[in-house]
Every structure is written in structure tokens, then in C-alpha cells.
């Protein structure tokens, strides 16, 4: 590779990527972070987890500089503590969605914006969903039951939790967009359960790879000198900007057909197996 394409930001996903499944992160995954930083290489951790979420996994001492955190709607400044960047829905586009949803009968949660994007909502849908009732369960205080006659004025981003199916998936973003200008959605494998899948709904101008564009105009880091790491659907947008995406041995096939991969997965070190792989 040219001296000018050789990689001065690597980010990467932290659940099922270099997150373990038990929640940690091992001693050759901290290792390479740490020399990351002694050759001049930022380390960016981009999450769909919102930055409460982060610091129940990320102790303070973890070797990261910055974090793209809830999927790209906020970027934070890891070392000085500070938020540097967030997006939320208005009041017309909320009330929209909050009515396209309760339409179609859909279990969903509705989060308040950055930084308390911790707190939210729910609504409940047709028919039983246990990944639906588990979730309230995990996050039991944070959450009030949505009144459909006092939409919030804002909102964070939406979660529909639906069955694991990918023509259901593709049917509601394709209806949802056409009835909400405005809305992007992403598709996320439940991390607890397989069966079901995390619709998330954030402002169009929300992904993982537009926080790692932000990032990079704000440090003048060129484009083609990123990598970013990633496992899931949730990637996507990350795997789109960045100069070189790899997934973890533990990705769905789908994915692995279009970008390349390691053997090893998030249990085997595979973070830093796609690290050996790249030229700083």
C-alpha cells in the first residue's frame, strides 16, 4: 500500500465484533489498541449501543479516542468526556412515524434524544413477542408506556422488534419510507435473540458511516486511510464509507459474499487478526 493510503483511523463495532460474548474484551484485543495509539492510529469504537450503554461495557481506561456511538447519531470525545456531535427527529417526523407504527400494529420503543437516549417509551403491538417483553425486563425504570394523545416534541431513534424474516423487514422499510421523508432504518440481528430483529429507525442523515465522516473531516483524516471492523447488517453503512471493511468470522453469510472476512470470531481474537492484515 502507498505511504499516503496506509491507515490512520481504524473503528469498529463492539457487540459480536470486539466484544466478547460475555461482554468483555480480551488481553490481545486491549494489546492492539494500545499499539494502535503508540503508532499514531486513532481508535474509534462505532456502536449502536447509546453512550449509557457504552460505559456499562467500556471501563474508563479503555484504549479508545473516540466513540460513534447509537448507530451514528452521536459522536463523543473518549478521552476529554465530551459529545461532540448529536441528531434527533422533530415533532412532525416523530408524530409520523409514532402513527405509521401503532398503525400497523407493531411492538416498538420510542427514545428520548441524546444524551438521555437511555430513557424511552414503549408501545405494544399484536400477537406476543418474548425479545419484545425481554427487553423491558433488561432495562426495567427506564421506560414509561407511549400515550398516543402526547407524542413527545422529540425523539432519538425508534426500535420495532419483529421476527427474524427479511421480506418482513424490507416490506416495512420500504412502506415506512415512502410514508416518512426523512427516516433511515437499519436492520440489526437481536444480540439476545437470533430469532428476532431490531428495526431501528434514525434521521436520514444518521448512520455509522456519516459519524466516521464527521470524524474524519473534524481530524482532516483522508477517507481511503480508514479500515472499519464489523459483524452484523448494522455495519453496512460503516463498510460503505470506510477505504477497507472486514467482517468477523461469527457474520452472516449474506455479508461475507460482499466483503472480506477473518476465520476467527469476536470469541477468538479476530480483531486483531484483521489488524495484522493492514499496513500502517
Known sequence: MAANNRIKLVATDLDGTLLRDDKSISEEDLASLRYLSDIKVLRVAATGRSMYKVFEVLPEDTPFDYIVFSSGGGVYDWDKNELLVSEHFETEITRKICSFLIRKNLNFFLFRP???NNQFQYH????????FDG???RHDGDFLKLDENEIPLQSGQFMVIIPNDELLFE???????SECEGAKVIRTTSPVDPRYIWLEIFPETVSKGHGLKWLCDFLAIPYQQTTGIGNDFNDLDMFEFVALPYLMGNSPLALKKVFPSVSETNNQNGFSKVLGLLDF
Do not use: T
Open 114 to 116: 441524546i444524551p438521555e
Open 135 to 137: 427487553y423491558l425486563k
Open 171 to 177: 416490506a416495512i422499510k420500504l412502506e415506512l419510507n
Open 124 to 131: 405494544r403491538g399484536a400477537g406476543e413477542c418474548s425479545e
